[in-house]
């Protein structure tokens, strides 16, 4: 008999940290939301494109694509449309699919993303981490596209708080 623990080989210290990641993300996702009176939801933000309902729309939104984000690294394929027209699309989706939007549906639309991203966190083997694709003409690895939506996070947590004077 050996003094090893049998489940020490399938404890991930990168997923462990990815999880980590997520879950404080979501944390503070839903700390910046709750922080949001009325008359914040529909200010200007510090990103010209958007107000703060449309960021906090986005950011559910965007956390839709991090499973698939992933299946592409997985396969070695990705989807790389110009990037005017993605930019375009995604400015354009996020004024239309963020009409009407209020806090307790938006925070529903990331925690069901949430979910969705844990659960593909899930599958990803220790072999798979640096697998990889150019998605959206960016170089990306299973690992990066976990960590893009925290890095996501905190850009537009700065935009909205630059927009509610609370830098």
């Known amino acids: 008999m050996t003094d090893t623990d049998p489940t020490a080989s399938t404890i991930s210290p990168t997923r462990e940290a990815i999880r980590a990641e997520l879950e404080a993300t979501r944390s503070r996702y839903h700390e910046l939301l709750n922080s949001l009176s009325d008359e914040d939801w529909n200010k200007k933000s510090g990103n010209p494109a958007w107000n703060v309902r449309q960021l906090m729309w986005h950011l559910a939104w ?6 698939s984000g992933v299946e592409a690294c997985r396969k070695g394929e990705g989807s790389n449309p110009p990037n005017w027209i993605a930019d375009a699309a995604n400015t354009w989706i996020t004024r239309i699919g963020s009409r009407g939007a209020k806090r307790p549906s938006v925070g529903e639309k990331y925690d069901a993303a949430n979910q969705k ?7 990803v083997r220790e072999d ?11 170089d990306m690895t299973i ?22 004077g609370r830098n």
């Open 128 to 138: 798979e981490w640096q697998k990889g694709a150019r998605v959206f003409n960016q």
């Open 117 to 123: 991203v844990l659960a593909s966190l899930e599958s």
């Open 62 to 67: 965007a956390g839709g694509f991090t499973a």
């Open 143 to 164: 690992e990066k596209t976990f960590r893009d939506m925290v890095e996501h996070f905190q850009e537009h947590e700065a935009d909205i708080k630059k927009g509610l």
